[in-house]
């Protein structure tokens, strides 16, 4: 017997376990700072987000792979890079831009949009280190709760033997006051200070006589990102 309410739209499907580039409504569930392996004075600031729960026919990531009990990801998942480039101390007409200024300034725009600077304010969150400001802050950007659109960029590569992209995974830089990431709301429920995913300006295409590089995989939980924004906080 057929019987519409028996229908299962994820079962059968090949829904990917991760995220790619394009708007998706999230929560975090880590952010890391990580040391380039090219660059050991920088840091990319790394953002585990989750997607929608997929239902029990879908399986996804575990959320520990050394550690199984911790069970898989209800959703899609991917570790996107605060931007393109890790932040570092540079120069710019003239004046010194510092690392963790900008980190700073990331983090609490992040905060910002997704609601929670005032919680945090009001706490007095506060930190000698920005290692230690990042940890603090993220007490309260990760929770379960907490949903929010994502906008999510990406650079191309391709594995040897494919022709079907993969993406080093990055936030779009912000444009004025508007950024890649809100969990506020207007009333039409449609995300403030919000940038919509344009494939034409968030996707970065490898170019043609570039080498075939030979890469296991990116984005994933745990994975070290290689681009995080280096003048994406020129605010």
């Given amino acids: 017997m057929f019987k519409a309410s028996n229908f299962n739209p994820n079962a059968g499907s090949s829904v ?28 990319n600031v790394a953002i585990t987000l989750e997607g929608i729960d997929r239902g029990d026919d879908f399986e996804g990531l575990a959320v520990d792979k050394n550690n199984p ?29 510092k690392r ?3 980190i700073f300034r990331w983090i609490n725009n992040l905060a910002k949009q997704m609601g929670v600077l ?21 007490r309260f950007l990760i929770n379960p709760e907490l949903w929010g659109h994502f906008t999510i960029g990406g650079q191309e590569y391709f594995k040897e033997g494919y022709d079907t992209p993969n993406y080093r995974l990055f936030f779009p830089k912000n444009e004025g006051i508007k950024f890649a990431f809100s969990a506020l709301e ?15 300006a968030h996707i970065i295409k490898k170019p043609v006589t570039e080498p075939t590089e030979s890469v296991d995989s990116f984005g ?7 681009a995080s924004g280096l003048s994406d906080l020129m605010l």
């Fill in 16 to 43: 990917s376990k991760i995220m790619n580039p394009g708007t998706h409504y999230c929560r975090i569930t880590q952010i890391k700072l990580e040391t380039p392996p090219y660059k050991t004075d920088a840091y």
């Fill in 69 to 97: 009990a911790l069970g898989n990801y209800r959703g899609q998942v991917a570790t996107v890079s605060a931007g393109r480039y890790p932040f570092s101390d540079y120069t710019y007409n003239g004046k010194e831009i």
């Fill in 100 to 102: 963790d200024d900008q």
């Fill in 118 to 138: 005032n919680k945090m304010n009001e706490a007095g969150v506060e930190a000698s280190t920005i290692e230690e400001y990042v940890a603090a802050a993220s």
């Fill in 186 to 200: 207007d009333a039409d429920r449609k995300p403030l200070n919000f940038i919509p995913y344009n494939s034409e």
């Fill in 220 to 226: 994933l939980p745990g994975s070290t990102p290689t």
